[in-house]
């Protein structure tokens, strides 16, 4: 699938509880595709009292269903058949993700449905793998550990990969026998619904999976403060991951899952094997969904012998991109989720160079010819650790170049005070590169690649203000259990 036509997809809106559509809510947000600006939709916001209903209601049907006690191997059984309707689903899924996002339809529909799907048969694979430990003790004792689910869990996503990041969150929960609450993004509301309708028809009981929606701070505020929301599993931006982390606190100390922002880097050395390739990947890095990517490889540091070399190919790489529609075949430069943000990354762009910087190339809208928000692909040289494009997360297409001499100095412009989410190095000597993923604060560090495979057994998560805990992996699923310690006298 390389193309649709957007007036021809069909949006339910509303939000989905206890098997249903239901279009309650004191008041309504427009929704805007961000290819074209058009407002296509609106979406109700659930106030505070809606949602702690929701909340309540989540956590009976997760107690009258049984969902928690019923044999793993059947969990998993349903779960792998949701996995099967999301992969066959495709037609309707992609063009219904691709529309109100930043996705390409190409991509959305071989990738991040299919992504979606395996994400979720992954966590099904796991439903009757982990049920706890027996512990080492004395002799006279059986000791324990039984893994539980938590109860009902309020999961809450980003705009930038709609059901991909819902599922990072709800497969794992489901699997390990919790119910869920996700509240999507106010801004890409809709394809997540189609995916909580066809949990209930593969046999996920009505009402263990339900998606409210509203802004953050009514909603989500809300969801993640009622006292039946056992664990909080959250993506989007650090400070309000921060803002999530006081509600925990202050509503009960629940843990929480953090999956936040962040400003890698892409270290080069002079050996890197093939350029051309290294450049393909740091192209990539930083210009896949206009950079609007947690994991973008936004500071690009160069050992200073091949940095011309290397600016010169992705400067032409960046060139040969062509910014469209999410819904036009030839798309390969995803538009900007909204004006505000596109003016965003154009006042980082500015104040960089008036700084100082110099621009390499970019620094300027680009025609989608579709009427929404472009940025092309920028390169900013002549910049340090205190320029703001180095030290903000743009999320947008905007690469920093730095280079360096030594490999103390890579490691040591690596390093992001706050940041620590990832980053990728590229080196022949092997030794040079395991020496910095030990010396690298980050939670993944990619080498001689850039960004995540379908390896779904890799966690990812960050360090520092990137985040708390993983998402993805076994870490993501045992987020999900509570370890409840027994110990038995058997003297008795
Ligand atoms: P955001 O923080 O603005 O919003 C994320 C979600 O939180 C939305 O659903 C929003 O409605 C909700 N929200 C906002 N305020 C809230 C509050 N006070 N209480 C509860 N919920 C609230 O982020 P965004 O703009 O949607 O996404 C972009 C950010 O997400 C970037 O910083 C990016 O790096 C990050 N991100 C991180 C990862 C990762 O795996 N680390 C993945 C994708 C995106």
Redesign the pocket.
């Known amino acids: 699938m390389d193309s649709f036509d957007p007036g021809k997809v069909a949006v339910r809106s509303g939000h989905f509880i206890d098997g249903k559509y239901i279009d309650e809510g004191t008041r309504k947000l427009q929704v805007v595709r961000p290819s074209d600006g058009v407002v296509y939709a609106s979406v109700p916001v659930a106030n505070a009292e809606m949602t702690d209903r929701v909340v309540e209601n989540t956590w009976t049907a997760w107690r009258s269903s049984g969902w928690g006690q019923i044999a793993p191997r059947e969990r998993a059984r349903v779960l792998r058949r949701f996995a099967d309707l999301v992969a066959a689903d495709v037609e309707t899924l992609a063009p219904l993700e691709a529309l109100g996002s930043t996705r390409p339809i190409r991509e959305a529909a071989a990738w991040d449905v299919p992504f979606t799907a395996e994400g979720i048969r992954f966590y099904a694979e796991f439903a009757d793998k982990i049920g706890g430990d027996v512990a080492a003790t004395d002799h006279d004792h059986l000791g324990m550990t039984i893994a539980e689910p938590y109860g009902v869990v309020g999961a ?5 990969f709609p059901l991909v ?1 819902a599922s990072w969150k709800l497969a794992p929960a489901l699997a390990a026998g919790n119910a869920v609450v996700l ?4 801004t890409t509301p809709f394809s997540v619904l189609r995916l909580a309708e066809l949990a209930v028809e593969a046999g996920v009981p009505a009402g263990v999976f339900n998606v409210i929606q509203g ?3 009514t909603t ?2 809300a969801l ?1 403060r009622h006292p039946h929301i056992a664990k909080v599993t959250f ?4 400070r ?1 991951g921060a ?2 982390m006081a ?1 925990c606190a202050e509503s009960g100390t629940k843990p929480v899952t953090l ?4 400003k890698s880097p892409q270290v080069v050395f002079a050996d890197a094997p093939r350029l051309d390739d290294v450049a393909r990947r740091i192209a990539a890095a930083v210009a896949g969904n206009a950079g609007q990517v ?1 994991v973008a490889g936004s500071r690009l540091l160069v050992e200073r012998s091949i940095a011309e070399e290397l600016a010169e190919r992705i400067e032409w790489i960046f060139a040969e991109l062509r910014a469209g529609a999410t819904w036009s075949s030839g798309t390969t430069l995803s538009p900007i989720i909204s004006e505000t943000q596109a003016a965003r990354i154009e006042t980082i762009v500015q104040r960089t160079v008036a700084s100082g910087a110099t621009l390499r190339c970019g620094g300027h809208r680009a025609d989608g010819e579709s009427g929404g928000a472009f940025y092309f692909p920028t390169i900013l040289c002549d910049v340090n650790e205190q320029s703001e494009a180095v030290r903000e ?1 743009v ?1 947008g297409p905007v690469l920093t170049l730095q280079t360096f001499d030594t490999e103390a100095e890579a490691l040591a412009l690596a390093q992001h005070p706050d940041y620590g ?1 990832a980053a990728g190095v590229h080196t022949a000597d092997l030794g040079l590169a395991l020496r910095f993923v030990r010396g690298i604060e980050a939670g993944t560090v990619w080498v001689n690649r850039y960004g995540r495979t379908s390896d779904f057994t890799i966690p ?1 998560g ?1 360090f520092k203000r ?2 708390i805990g993983k ?1 993805l992996g076994r870490q993501a699923y045992e987020a999900n259990l509570r370890f409840k310690s027994v110990l038995i006298d058997m003297r008795s």
């Open positions: 809450i996503a980003p705009w930038n990041m509240k999507p993004s106010e802004d953050g701070h989500g505020d993640v993506t989007g931006s650090t309000t803002a999530i509600a999956e936040l922002g962040g947690c997360e999320f989410l990812t960050g990137s985040g998402d």
